[in-house]
């Protein structure tokens, strides 16, 4: 009997619905080839439902999406919401309630794809970042007092305890030893001035590492010379960990440096419960509708999903293929520019499989 698995599919808004289309288009190519099932069932959460329904995330939501063996997410964000309700009340909310906690992001240049960085190709750029993705200053801890008046203070607390950063840095090392390229892990912090919390992290690094990981080589970096190496030097990287706040800025520059959010995926992912995939990209809502937003991220990210349910060999075919459009077809990544229409895209990709 053959394989079969239960997605969740979250188009989103603005974009998210044309880039999951081409996603799935390319996983049902990929389910076909290499004998295995995905059973899709689309949910409408998104900015056109808020404003319809006024409800951003039915209660039940988180329940039933546990129950998936994975989630495929487009994008959140609409023009006529205010920013911030979507994306906490849906993407933030569920990475919390299903406990993700890790983000999964990898640094990689295909073949043919331009990079702003000088004298730098895909032998160059090559890296994974691990984020922490629950934890820090996303826990919302904080408040104002005397809002509004001149003496107005606001706090918002980068929270972590010893467990979450301890499980965050345990996925990273497994990772680096599996991924076996440089065997080296890079931690990302800022120990000269967040003297508490990056403090915890490098003493659990460095105690986690010694103990149990002495094949992994530890390095490490404070964020603002990570942000210049990655530029300078990203060749110097395996794969890097980081706190959550830190770990979202440093994978947009990440991102531009692979050929910006056309092509850059990633995984909200929770090793043992159900795992969320997703573009790193937002609903670029100017684009939508015109089949020209790059659908590459949504099927990069479709191939992560399907390597962390196991099947290898599909994510590798559908890397390759990927590789294969980059290569020798699609001439630039932004939305418009590619010679293709979207849906054009999937289908090079798709034949490819
Ligand atoms: C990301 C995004 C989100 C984040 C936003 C939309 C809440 O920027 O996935 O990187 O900050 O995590
Ligand atoms: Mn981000």
């Known amino acids: 009997m053959s394989k079969s698995y239960n997605i969740a599919v979250l188009p989103g808004d603005g974009t998210g619905p044309e880039v999951v289309r081409e996603g799935k288009k390319v996983l049902s190519a990929a389910a076909t080839k290499f004998g295995f099932k995905l059973n899709f069932k689309e949910y409408d959460f998104g900015g056109d439902r808020y404003l319809k329904t006024g409800e951003v995330l039915p209660d039940s939501a988180s329940e039933e999406l546990r129950k ?44 043919g794809v331009p990079t702003p960085l000088k004298d730098k190709g895909p032998e160059h750029i090559d890296y994974v970042v691990v984020r922490e993705n629950t934890g820090g200053l996303y826990t919302g801890v904080g408040g104002f007092t005397m809002k509004g008046t001149s003496d107005e203070v606001a706090i918002q607390s980068m929270v972590y305890n010893r467990k979450q950063v301890e499980r ?153 293929a990927i590789m294969d459009v980059t290569a020798h077809k699609i001439k630039d990544m932004g939305a418009g520019r590619m010679g293709f229409s979207t849906s054009e895209v999937g289908d090079l990709v798709a034949e490819r499989v």
């Not at 609409?78 to 299903?98: A, N, S, T, Y």
């Not at 690094?205 to 010379?225: M, S, T």
Request: proline content about 5%.
């Open 168 to 320: 965050c840095l345990r996925y990273a090392f497994d990772y680096t030893r599996k991924r076996n390229k440089r065997n080296t892990l890079a931690l990302c912090g800022k120990t000269n001035v967040l003297t508490y919390v990056y403090d915890l992290w490098e003493r659990a690094f460095h105690e986690i590492g010694e103990a149990d990981y002495p094949d992994i080589k530890r390095e490490y970096y404070h964020v603002d010379a990570t942000c210049m190496w990655m530029v300078k030097n990203p060749e110097w990287f395996d794969v890097i960990v980081t706190g959550n706040m830190f770990g979202d800025i440093i994978t947009d520059l990440g991102a531009i440096t692979q050929g910006g959010m056309g092509i850059a995926a990633g995984g909200n992912i929770n090793p043992e419960g159900v795992s969320m995939f997703e573009p790193i990209g937002g609903s670029a809502p100017k684009y939508t509708d015109k089949n020209v937003i790059n659908p590459l991220a949504s099927i990069a990210a479709g191939g992560m999903m399907l390597e962390h349910l196991g099947e290898d060999q599909a994510a590798k075919a559908i890397e390759g």
């Open 68 to 111: 998936f063996d994975s989630i495929f997410l487009g994008a959140i964000g609409h023009p006529d919401v205010k920013p911030g309700i979507l994306e906490k009340g849906i993407l933030l909310q569920l990475r919390f309630d299903l406990d993700q906690y890790i983000n999964l992001r990898p640094v990689k240049l295909y073949p």
